[in-house]
């Protein structure tokens, strides 16, 4: 399995419903086989599709990252220094 369709896989399988936040090393492995980054990450946020305004405090004091966009419309972003 892709680890695209994976990270889909597990939050169509798990309690997310809103925007969550949390620090990348709390979250699934999954979704932590989505990062470009090279190990310096910090957090992950789950956009549901349902949400369709970017957050704007995503990008502040780092780069903005880029979504990812999982096939049932959640959007991954993760931030790393």
Same mark, same amino acid.
């Given at each position: 399995m892709q680890p695209i369709d994976e990270a889909d896989a597990f939050i169509k399988h798990?309690?997310?419903?809103v925007l969550t936040v949390m620090r990348y090393s709390d979250c699934h492995e999954s979704l932590?086989?989505?990062?470009p980054? $090279? $190990?310096?990450e910090d957090w992950i946020a789950l956009v549901p599709p349902s949400d369709t305004?970017?957050?704007f405090w995503i990008g502040r004091g780092y780069e903005e990252p880029e979504p990812i966009e999982l096939?049932? $419309?959640?959007?991954?972003?993760i931030g790393a220094h």
């Amino acid at each position: 399995m892709q680890p695209i369709d994976e990270a889909d896989a597990f939050i169509k399988h798990s309690f997310f419903k809103v925007l969550t936040v949390m620090r990348y090393s709390d979250c699934h492995e999954s979704l932590q086989k989505l990062s470009p980054h $090279g $190990g310096d990450e910090d957090w992950i946020a789950l956009v549901p599709p349902s949400d369709t305004v970017f957050p704007f405090w995503i990008g502040r004091g780092y780069e903005e990252p880029e979504p990812i966009e999982l096939p049932s $419309g959640w959007k991954v972003y993760i931030g790393a220094h």
